[in-house]
């Protein structure tokens, strides 16, 4: 089996090198086509890599998605990595991290990974594994959240044997196996609800702790796992009352109670990072790996970071909102500062190329402006349309040139690049962190 390796952000129709086109062409016909894609609701499907033959050239159009996945079933797979256009290797968990701080993000990591467990794994090594790291990530910053509240009590069966006691009910049937049978006929095997932190949850909650514990070990000459260490030694602490004592078949099938949504999110993320490794802990470490085919929303990701740095900045009560949503349309942000004169519709596009100077391509400047002229978006500014100047449009990007942070403040509205050909239309660039190893 063959990997072969990508960058994100393709351009329509890019032409591969020889070395891949020799890769892929065994594995499909002339004009055919390979297309990954992950699912957006119901029906949408949304495109993460094409692939086309033509004669012995293989083009590919890329997305603002990276991942693996397989191109010919358990022959030729292909891996595409976070790569900005200019060669810095984005710090994706450092992203993530950042990202989590904002407390209302954890609402919104639906569809920021799409997992194949359908799908026959792939080996890669293991510092290629973004899967893991990425479910490391998301995990452990919901298990920290989750246990400076204090884990959750409650009651569980609990079934020991007792000697010249009883306690809740006597299960006849194994005492006289485990004790009667033996001559043992003071010992009686009793079952009884106890309220206490030693629950199948937090036992399914400990034993991925411990897979993230001997995973994270791995990245440390790739990756700066700082923080995530920081996190587990944090962490650790509060589960030394939990047992490590669970079934493989409860970890699969234990259901979370969705009141709790916390812990729901937490132990569904337990049971993804047990399932990606089969259960077995002896699979967490190693330098190669088999994964399911994978993807993750690069440009979602960057969301969710733009809004970090956004909260950052304006703390008060709704002066930033987030996937703002009527009537099957939605936006990124709305902007109402108090101390602005006047509001934003606000857009995070992944595409670095805007750093370069220029406009911006029609499309984004429609679906903004269109957004901005939307009567309830009207309404939620409590704005009079009849009154008032169109709603002034941001789009916020990628750009290496800048602070990993926005230098305006919530006090003084600055003065953004106008976007040239459109009227009260702006855009303002924000620092992706990227690995310090691969910075020129």
Known sequence: ??????????????????????????????????????????????????????????????????????????????????????????????????????TDNYKHLKDLLTIHFEKPSIRISQQQDLLSIFLITEYLNILHRIVRKGLKRSYYRVEETLNNKVKGRIQVGRTIQRSLAKGRITDNVCRYQVYDIDSPENRILKKALAFCRKQVGGYRNTLDTSVLERKIRQIKPYFERVSDEISVKSMRTFKGNPVYKEYYTAVEYAQLLLRRFSYDITLAG?????????????????????????????????????????????????????????????????????????????????????????????????????????????????????EERFTFTRTTEPQFEKVSGYVRFYKVGIKLPVIASKNP
């Open 286 to 402: 190693k330098k190669e790996i088999d994964t399911p085919p994978f993807w993750i929303d690069m440009s979602k990701l960057f969301e969710l970071y733009v809004y970090s740095k956004l909260r950052a900045v304006f703390t008060g009560r709704k002066e930033v909102q987030y996937h703002v949503k009527e009537h099957r349309q939605e936006l990124d942000y709305l902007l109402k500062p108090a101390k602005w004169a006047e509001p934003y519709v606000v857009d995070a596009k992944y595409k670095p190329r805007y750093g370069k100077g220029g406009g911006i391509t029609i499309d984004d400047a429609r679906e903004v402006s269109g957004y901005a002229r939307l009567s309830w978006v009207y309404s939620k500014l409590d704005l009079d349309a009849n009154a008032v100047a169109p709603i002034k449009c941001l789009i916020i990007y990628p750009d290496q040139k800048q």
């Open 1 to 102: 089996m063959r990997v072969v390796q990508l960058q994100e952000q393709l351009l329509e129709n890019t032409c591969l090198r020889q070395s891949e086109c020799e890769a892929i062409l065994p594995c499909m016909d002339d004009g055919a086509e390979v297309v990954c894609t992950v699912r957006r609701g119901r029906e949408e499907k949304e495109l993460c890599l094409r692939l086309t033959r033509e004669s012995d050239v293989v083009r590919a159009t890329g997305s603002y998605f990276v991942g693996v996945d397989w191109i010919k079933e358990e022959d030729v797979a292909v891996q595409v990595s976070p790569k900005l256009n200019d060669g810095f290797e984005i710090d994706y968990v450092r992203m993530l991290n950042e990202a989590l701080t904002e």
